[in-house]
């Protein structure tokens, strides 16, 4: 497998790098992981590189803290950066896919016009940024029931018997909250004029336990997201898998 497809070795490398290159002593390295109370860190995710004590980096995420204020951003969730490697300039402007814009302070992670951590900076962001998803396709919970007015829009197996729109999102939002799934995304098969049209639902996880939440839902198939799906979706985390709920 190739360093960059490996995030956590990829930061422990490039982190093991300045230090031999620089005896760089504002690098720590845990090859293990470690994790901070005082961070927003997800379940099962850990910090491999440090550095300045305010820079963390972990393979889902990056972290840092300015004047005592925690500061975050998910790699995937990256659509556009301002900066590449060696452009000099003092601030990285991140943009991420729900529309929140940060100011990073990339200067304080280079040396003169280098710097391997600067350098790991940009190469995660290119590395595991969005692929754009075209959100006249993909769309979120939330998005899509701003969006629909008829319960006819998602679910068309359901009917005449259809529980409507106020029960369906109320299942969806439950699930979409549960530690297990890390994302939730409705994918539109077709407009109905003005309503986006839903037969399919992505479970982005690790591991997913069947239970009643899923059952209630009853989806026609439920199974591997179909490569047609997975495309629109973009990459994601090697540690997930995508998971498809299908009404037929």
Known sequence: MPLADNPRDHIIHMFNMEVRRLKDHNCRIFPDGIRLNK??????????GVYKERFFFTPLSMI????????KFEWKKVISCSTSHGSGLNNSHIKLIDG???????RELTIGWSGRIGQLYHA????????????????????????VTTSEAIAPNWYPNHPGLGQINTWLKKLENRSDIDELLLIVSDYDDIDPCVQEVVFIVESLDIDTDIIN???????PTPEITSKKIGPVDDRFRLISGIWH
């Not at 929140?100 to 990339?106: C, D, G, M, V």
């Not at 839902?217 to 199974?223: A, E």
């Open 64 to 71: 840092w803290i300015i004047n005592k204020t925690v500061y």
């Open 39 to 48: 961070l927003p860190l997800k379940p099962n995710e850990k910090i491999y």
């Open 100 to 106: 929140t814009k940060y100011t990073f302070p990339i």
């Open 217 to 223: 839902l009853k989806f026609s198939y439920f199974g």
């Open 124 to 147: 995660m962001i290119e590395k595991w940024k969005c692929e754009v998803r075209d959100e006249h396709w993909v769309l979120s919970i939330d998005r899509f029931f701003d969006l």
